[in-house]
């Protein structure tokens, strides 16, 4: 159930006419943001001897380049629309392949994600990016056996990690907020309001 939620939401949000195409990896990034605005010490960074807690999402989000791996800022995704989220994400995405970002574009990230799940990686973890205190790493959606109440049936899962700065937070803070997201991803339509 966890990923098929949200795997399911998207496919009926594409088959309406008119509307921007939105993807799997466009619902973890508001789940994100609204997960972050749930857990405020997941959203913070290493200032110097302080912790620098935001109140604002502002997302990198992995792309991957053939010179290397460069992390755009999506901001303010905490405020934005799941579709409009999915509109400046693919921009920014398909701006990062053409060179064509502008500097303040590349840094003031608040937290990041990293998505494998397009080159069949099934789990990872991502390194953080420093100032930042976490990342999350998503991995593929894949078929699973899944036993629920009593049944056994053909599931979608979907594994993701955490990597925390243990300076900035603790695994607990970490674990609530995936708990968080994980909820977001398996009730959608949350992710809508």
Known sequence: ???????????????????????????????????????????????????????????????????GLITPVLRDCDAKPLVQIAVEARDLAERARGGKLRVSELSGATFSISNLGMYDVEEFSA??????????AVGSVLEKPVAEGGQLRVGRRMKMTISCDHRVMDGAMGARFLQDVKRLLEEPLRLLV
Do not use: W
Request: charge should be neutral; hydrophobic fraction near 45%.
């Open 127 to 136: 390194i953080i990016n420093p100032p930042e205190g976490a990342i999350l």
């Open 1 to 67: 159930r966890f990923i098929g939620g949200a795997l399911g939401t998207g496919l009926e949000l594409n088959l309406l006419e008119g509307q921007p195409k939105v993807s799997l990896t466009d619902m973890v990034i508001k789940a994100c943001a609204l997960g972050l605005l749930k857990n405020p010490g997941v959203n913070a960074q290493l200032q110097g001897q302080g912790i620098r807690v935001f109140h604002r999402a502002h997302i990198g989000i992995a792309v991957a380049l053939d010179e």
